[in-house]
């Protein structure tokens, strides 16, 4: 259904530090999540993905982490920037990888 | 340069017209798909289409109208049926399911 009238988690980190963003998938079946990066007034970026075969899986800077048992994702972005400063979404494909589903976003601010 | 172009990136309507938001993409991508965004939310789904000429309702169908008469192109109408058509739309396409999604950088509509 709608969510119409939720707002976005914000994250708040001071530069230089980790950063964990964290995101609860709904459908067991997902077997592809993908993270993105989201500017203000662009299109999301990708950032890393990951498949469920793999609990772990390393980038430039960024980690996700998946745990099926619970259903949860997370971002972790290593001595963070401000121009990490943005809304941070993860993605599941539902519908036997038909539909490729947000989840609600987490905006992360660097103080510097 | 490969990529998806949306138009136009502000679009202004009265109340009651029906409007036509562009998407082209050039990266020879099977799949192509429509997204709203409201503001400080997250992506919710409209429409998606996995191949020339078929298209699926995503969550959020009522009131919009799409079509897929090429690969390249998905263009989304806004319809005087949609209530509050007023927000910030996302075209993406994927070469197939459970692949990395590539988004427009939006095309942000106000009805006055």
């Known amino acids: 259904g709608e969510s119409v009238g939720l707002h976005l988690p914000t994250l708040s980190v001071q530069e230089g530090d980790n950063s964990i963003i964290n995101c609860a998938y709904s459908?067991?079946?997902?077997?592809?999540f993908i993270w993105y990066k989201q500017e203000s007034g662009k299109g999301p970026q990708f950032i890393i993905d990951i498949r469920s075969n793999m609990d772990k899986r390393q980038g430039q800077r960024v980690t996700v982490l998946l745990n099926k048992t619970v259903k949860h994702l997370s971002l972790q972005i290593a001595a963070t920037q401000p121009g990490d400063s943005a809304v941070y979404f993860c993605a599941e494909w539902a519908e036997y990888g038909n539909k490729l589903v947000f989840g609600a976003g987490t905006i992360l601010r660097v103080k510097s | 340069d490969g990529g998806i172009t949306q138009s136009p990136k502000y679009l202004f309507r009265k109340e009651g017209q029906n409007v036509t938001l562009s998407c082209e993409q050039n990266l020879n991508h099977d799949a192509m798909y429509w997204y709203r965004q409201d503001p400080g939310q997250g992506l919710r789904l409209i429409y998606y289409?996995?191949?020339?000429?078929?298209?699926q309702k995503g969550d959020i169908a009522e009131g919009y109208s799409v079509s897929r008469e090429k690969k390249e192109s998905f263009p989304l109408t806004v319809t005087s049926a949609q209530k509050n058509p007023t927000a910030f739309y996302l075209c993406?396409?994927?070469?197939?399911?459970?692949?990395?999604?590539?988004f427009g950088q939006g095309t942000r509509l106000t009805v006055v």
């Open positions: 993406a396409s994927s070469p197939g399911r459970v692949t990395e999604a590539f």
């Open positions: 289409s996995q191949i020339v000429n078929d298209f």
């Open positions: 459908n067991s079946a997902s077997d592809y």
